[in-house]
Nanobody, 127 residues
Framework: QVQLVESGGGLVQAGGSLRLSCAAS????????MGWFRQGPGKEREFVAGINAWNGGRTGYGDSVEGRFTISRDNAKNTLYLQMNSLKPEDTAIYYC???????????????????WGQGTQVTVDS
């Protein structure tokens, strides 16, 4: 079992920045591929960013956030981060942290690749 708790969401003006955090417990964090997803009003849950296990040297992003968002991990703190810059109103959504059961050198982009989910944190971008 893995427990994931997101924090850092809130209300921000367009063009602003936020950093989301996800505290993980219950499984060896360092050997777990991690990801961020989001779900806007009336929309399906979509992939935002993924990072591989271990050194986190391999990352990937959804097309709509590429170049603006950065995923990272601190294995010493069992924490996953999502730095979000140049935020747009269309980034408004509930953001979810997710943990895979895979421990290889890849990141994963579909919800089916993740077994554990946090409760989510609301991000609202005001125009």
């Amino acid at each position: 079992q893995v427990q994931l708790v997101e924090s850092g969401g809130g209300l921000v003006q367009a063009g602003g920045s936020l950093r989301l955090s996800c505290a993980a417990s219950g499984r060896t964090f360092i050997s777990t591929a991690m990801g961020w997803f989001r779900q806007g009003p009336g929309k399906e849950r979509e992939f935002v960013a993924g990072i591989n296990a271990w050194n986190g040297g391999r990352t990937g992003y959804g097309d709509s956030v590429e170049g603006r968002f950065t995923i990272s991990r601190d294995n010493a703190k069992n924490t996953l981060y999502l730095q979000m810059n140049s935020l747009k109103p269309e980034d408004t959504a509930i953001y979810y942290c997710a943990a895979s059961t895979a421990s290889g050198s890849f990141f994963y982009q579909t919800t089916l690749d993740y077994a554990y989910w946090g409760q989510g944190t609301q991000v609202t971008v005001d125009s």
